[in-house]
């Protein structure tokens, strides 16, 4: 099965299916029909001229929410393959890095994983209580990750982490509770472009040899903008939205791949020092 460009010309399909569909015609059929005969139970004209117009919208937007549904699931099942990964769905997080246990409560949506990698969907909810009146909204944050094991790195990188810089509305910052010291490299492009932090335990020389003039041209100039947090040998590469183009996915995944290796290599070469 070959996978759409992406979810929304999928969810056009879809959506196009499903309005031409029978169960759309006598869905409209009954509602239309229901506020004839409702309107003249009623004796009140306005029944005919509402009824129609809200069953038009109730099946629309029914028919959109299936649309999407069906059209998520039919992308992410048909990339996987592509990716050389496997679809597995929805999963739990990996809590190990600060996003991944960030807010209260976390979900990965159409998780695929293959190679030491799963990439997916991740969102994180933040809780926001009223004391006055007893109410709670949960206010969400969409990120499409993709997690990597790297366990090798643990002894030199306990933490370093990398985001692009916080605006004025920035939303909530996941990295505020953590112990962690900003470190400026000598690229202004670079420092212009991130954040990059280290935890309290991250030797700033292990930090600066992992980020070779060769990597930190590459993140300042990279379409993407990824962002990503080593900690406990595991490598999250981020973007703070939902991703759902088969293109910008296989960007992303590349990539991800290419900051991987070079946590690898700078690993190596630390361990062949040490020797």
């Known amino acids: 099965m070959a996978a759409e460009a992406s979810v929304k010309a999928g969810t056009r399909k879809h959506l196009d299916a499903a309005l031409r569909s029978r169960a759309a015609f006598w869905a409209l059929f009954a509602g239309v029909g229901g506020s004839v005969v409702l309107a003249a139970a009623w004796h009140d004209a306005r029944v005919v001229a509402i009824g129609p117009l809200a069953t038009i919208v109730v099946v629309a937007v029914v028919a959109y929410r299936h649309a999407r549904s069906s059209a998520e699931l039919e992308f992410f099942v048909a990339l996987a393959p592509s990716l050389g990964m496997t679809y597995v769905g929805a999963d739990q997080p990996w809590g190990v890095t600060p996003l991944l246990a960030a807010g209260d409560r976390r979900r990965v949506e159409h998780a695929m994983k293959g190679g030491g990698a799963e990439l997916g969907l991740y969102t994180y909810e933040v809780r926001h209580r009223d004391t006055r009146n007893g109410t709670e909204r949960w206010d969400p944050y969409h990120f499409t990750v993709c997690m990597l094991d790297v366990a090798p790195s643990m002894p030199s990188y306990p933490g370093v982490y990398l985001r692009r810089k916080l605006g004025l509305f920035h939303g909530d910052d996941w990295l505020r509770h953590e112990h962690c010291e900003r470190v400026e490299l000598e690229s202004i492009a670079f420092n212009e472009r991130y954040d990059l932090l280290r935890a309290s335990d991250q030797d700033e020389v292990a930090l600066r040899e992992l980020f070779s003039p060769a990597l930190v041209d590459w993140l300042a100039t990279h379409p993407l903008a990824p962002g990503f947090e080593l900690r406990?040998?595991?490598?999250?590469?981020?973007?703070?939205?939902?991703?759902?183009?088969?293109?910008?996915?296989?960007?992303?995944?590349?990539?991800?791949?290419?900051?991987?290796?070079?946590?690898?290599?700078?690993?190596?070469?630390?361990?062949?020092?040490?020797?």
């Open 232 to 275: 406990a040998g595991v490598l999250v590469v981020w973007l703070p939205e939902h991703v759902e183009e088969a293109g910008r996915l296989q960007f992303f995944m590349d990539a991800a791949r290419h900051l991987a290796g070079a946590v690898s290599r700078q690993t190596d070469q630390a361990a062949t020092t040490r020797v």
